[in-house]
């Protein structure tokens, strides 16, 4: 702890100078008498030592949810006694106290132990360096400060709260595991798909009867075999809008959590592409350590500013299947991740867009150069929106809407929709 | 603590104490309301020097008043430095500042006997010339030592 001097400390010093130089000066005692009780509390202060103070901090969970609480206990120990400790909890932006105060003051005895309960919550995902303290611990009569800055190093995930939904985008092609998609092709499963006449190999619990004695030959049934799927979760990280306390790229992080946790859900393969300034993947894998791996990649999900034109082309080749259906999370502001889609659409992909709308949080300002920026503004992104359409890639506008139903719209979409060809 | 040599001195004496003790009083309002505890002990010494002042062009023998002076500058002074230590919004300990207060009271007590003791002790003893001075030296180098002391001791010194 490193010791410092109370302002106290500097003015008795002060006035004790001041009241025996007048004393000797006017050659009065009662001015060293007014003196004494200033020299009287130096002499005091001067026998303070250091308290020895141990202090601990421990988190009560290494991983939470945002918005969720988490027990923080702030544990003091003192080899002696301390007339006031003063314990000032710094936290990181992002995360507030749920329960007590950020600011304590209590008395230790010697070999007292006190523990402070606190609670904290994350108000928005991400990894918190939580449990820096200053301590300041005074003496009795406040003359000497001890103080220290003390960081535990307790790291907090608070990863992000899963958005409501009820149904996803399928993709338009299966991959050959077993799953919970439907495909396409004909083969083993439960769902129906046609009849075929009866050809030697077929096995007979197969056969459908009521067909065959309709035609008076043998028929069996075909099916669909449920089959998992590829998805790619692409994230568009070169810009954040932010305003009214909405973060686009926060909400499009939020909202990949939720889809990676119920594509996993249902045994499909689930990767991820963060395409911005820093370019940052997962290989396509299922299972609950997936959804822990692409959680945490997308806790360091941040945008790093680059003015350097990038393509898929340095997007690692295995990151993106043949067949994956690729959903993007983007509010389509930087052309160089439309490029990208458009791309990605070219090479075939399966491309799903989810336009975070900035619309709302991008004033039309005040002068009319401004209003007329800002309209061309709205007109460029329709023609971006467009154009993304005529090349067959299914957008939604997510605003104050539920995803669900911003899923339904590409849904709708992709039911309806062909290429255009010029 | 400006009221005693104001009652005490001449018409003159009492002008400029007045106008002196107002300084002090807005130093020592400014010091707790701006949080500069620099302006304490000029508050202090303001109106610890009208007293001195008082004292010198008074030729009395010995001021009985010298103890409750001295317990009143030290009790504002001490008061004002607490005030500023509780600027922070910090929660406490129920009682903490209880605790805080009965050792002020306490030490303006304690403060109190000592001086008039020591009053008494300077009356019984009281010889003006070369060992009062000496004796005045010595105090005065004692204190000026622990300021240096009290300086160097400002500088941290982590353990």
Redesign the interface.
């Known amino acids: 702890?490193?010791?410092?001097?109370?302002?106290?400390?500097?003015?008795?010093?002060?006035?004790?100078?001041?009241?025996?130089?007048?004393?000797?000066a006017?050659?009065?005692?009662?001015?060293?008498?007014?003196?004494?009780?200033?020299?009287?509390?130096?002499?005091l202060g001067?026998r303070a030592r250091?308290p020895g103070l141990e202090v601990t901090v421990e988190l009560g969970a290494e991983r939470t949810l945002e918005g969720d609480e988490v027990p923080m206990t702030v544990t003091l120990r003192a080899h002696r006694a301390i007339d006031?400790v003063?314990v000032?909890v710094e936290l990181p932006r992002g995360v507030e106290l749920a329960d007590g105060?950020?600011?304590?003051?209590?008395?230790l005895q010697a070999e007292e132990e006190r523990t402070l309960e606190l609670a904290i919550r994350c108000t928005s995902w991400g990894v918190y360096d939580v449990g820096e303290l200053r301590i300041h611990a005074?003496d009795?009569f406040?003359l000497?400060t001890w103080a220290a800055g003390v960081d535990a190093g307790n790291r907090l995930k608070a990863y992000p709260r899963p958005v409501a939904l009820r149904r996803l985008l399928e993709p338009m092609q299966t991959q050959a595991f077993a799953g919970s998609q439907v495909a396409r092709v004909k083969g083993d499963g439960v769902e129906y798909a046609d009849i075929r006449e009866f050809v030697p190999g077929d096995r007979v619990r197969s056969i459908n009867w009521r067909a065959s004695a309709r035609r008076r030959a043998l028929v069996v049934n075909e099916r669909h075999p449920e089959r998992n799927t590829d998805v790619v979760l692409f994230v568009d990280s070169f810009t954040d809008v932010r305003g009214a306390g909405r973060s686009l790229l926060e909400e499009a992080i939020r909202a990949a959590a939720s889809l990676a946790t119920k594509y996993l859900e249902r045994r499909d393969r689930v990767g991820l592409v963060g395409f911005g300034g820093v370019l940052r993947w997962l290989q396509p894998g299922m299972g609950a350590s997936q959804r822990y791996r692409l959680v945490e990649t997308m806790l360091e999900t941040g945008v790093a500013p680059t003015y350097t034109w990038r393509d898929v082309n340095i997007i690692p080749a295995r990151t993106l299947p043949p067949a994956a259906l690729v959903v993007a999370l983007s509010p389509l502001v930087d052309p160089r991740f439309v490029a990208a889609l458009e791309d990605l659409r070219g090479r075939r992909f399966d491309v799903a867009v989810v336009e975070l709308d900035p619309v709302p949080l991008v004033g039309p300002g005040r002068s009319e150069v401004e209003r007329a920026a800002y309209r061309l503004w709205l007109l460029d992104r329709e023609a971006r929106r467009a154009r993304l359409e005529s090349r067959g890639i299914g957008v939604a506008t997510w605003g104050d809407d539920e995803l669900d139903a911003v899923l339904e719209e590409v849904r709708t979409f992709r039911r309806h929709a062909h290429p255009v060809r010029a | 603590m400006a009221a005693l040599p104001l009652a005490r001195g001449d018409e003159t004496f009492q002008a400029v104490d007045a106008r002196v003790a107002a300084v002090a009083f807005i130093a020592l309002v400014a010091a707790i309301v701006r949080g500069w505890?620099?302006l304490?002990?000029v508050a202090?010494?303001l109106v610890?020097?009208t007293?001195?002042a008082e004292?010198?062009v008074d030729d009395a023998p010995?001021?009985l008043a010298?103890?409750a002076?001295?317990?009143g500058?030290?009790l504002a002074?001490?008061l004002a430095?607490?005030s500023?230590?509780e600027r922070?919004?910090?929660?406490?300990?129920t009682g903490?500042g209880l605790?805080r207060a009965a050792?002020v009271a306490a030490?303006g007590l304690a403060?109190f006997v000592?001086?008039s003791g020591?009053?008494v002790v300077?009356d019984e003893v009281?010889a003006?010339g070369l060992a009062?001075?000496l004796a005045?030296?010595l105090?005065?180098v004692g204190?000026?030592a622990?300021?240096l002391?009290?300086?160097r001791?400002?500088s941290?010194?982590?353990?």
Not at chain 1, 33 to 41: E, H
């Open positions: 702890m490193t010791r410092t001097g109370n302002p106290r400390l500097l003015g008795y010093a002060t006035l004790a100078a001041l009241g025996l130089l007048a004393a000797l006017v050659r009065r005692p009662e001015l060293a008498v007014v003196a004494a009780p200033f020299a009287l509390f130096l002499a001067s250091d006031r003063d000032v105060e950020v600011e304590r003051s209590v008395r005074r009795a406040r000497v | 505890p620099a304490v002990p202090v010494t610890g020097g007293y001195a004292l010198a010995l001021d010298a103890p002076v001295a317990v500058l030290f002074a001490e430095y607490w500023l230590d922070s919004r910090s929660v406490g300990d903490i605790r050792l030490s403060i000592a001086s020591l009053l300077v009281r003006r009062l001075d005045g030296v105090a005065a204190v000026l622990a300021c002391a009290t300086a001791g400002q941290s010194s982590g353990s």
